[in-house]
């Protein structure tokens, strides 16, 4: 059984840090390119950055360019989201996502995996 689970998200202060985690069983981590996703209220769920099978390519979102940090760690099992100087407009569930794609990575078409996602809040 696929599972995919996040973990890290909280209540912070805008400005603040918050470091993802999404640990993945059931699957050979390896073979899966990995996205990070989020749901703010009222609006569909948006790319935010994605991360290639070995970990060498990284895309993200015009609106976390600078700030985030998407990577992994194919020997546990993990893939991370380092949320810097963070803003109200990030608040959202994050959801990390895999898929057997190794190109077009910031469109969910094709993520086959999602997790249960991880409520982060961003307070002014």
């Known amino acids: 059984q696929v599972q995919l689970v996040e973990s890290g998200g909280g209540l912070v202060q805008a400005g603040d840090s918050l470091r993802l985690s999404c640990a993945a069983s059931?699957?050979?981590?390896?073979?899966?390119?990995l996205g990070w996703f989020r749901q703010a209220p009222g609006k569909e769920r948006e790319f935010v950055a994605a991360?290639?099978?070995?970990?060498?390519?990284?895309y993200y979102a015009d609106s976390v360019k600078g700030r985030f940090t998407i990577s992994r760690d194919n020997a546990k099992n993990t893939v991370y989201l380092q949320m810097n100087s963070l803003k109200p407009e990030d608040t959202a569930v994050y959801y990390c996502?895999?898929?057997?794609?190794?190109?077009?990575?910031?469109?969910?078409?094709?993520?086959?995996?999602w997790g249960q996602g991880t409520q982060v809040t961003v307070s002014s």
């Open positions: 996502a895999a898929t057997l794609k190794t190109t077009i990575l910031d469109s969910s078409v094709g993520y086959a995996y």
């Open positions: 059931g699957l050979t981590f390896s073979k899966y390119s």
């Open positions: 991360i290639s099978r070995s970990g060498a390519s990284t």
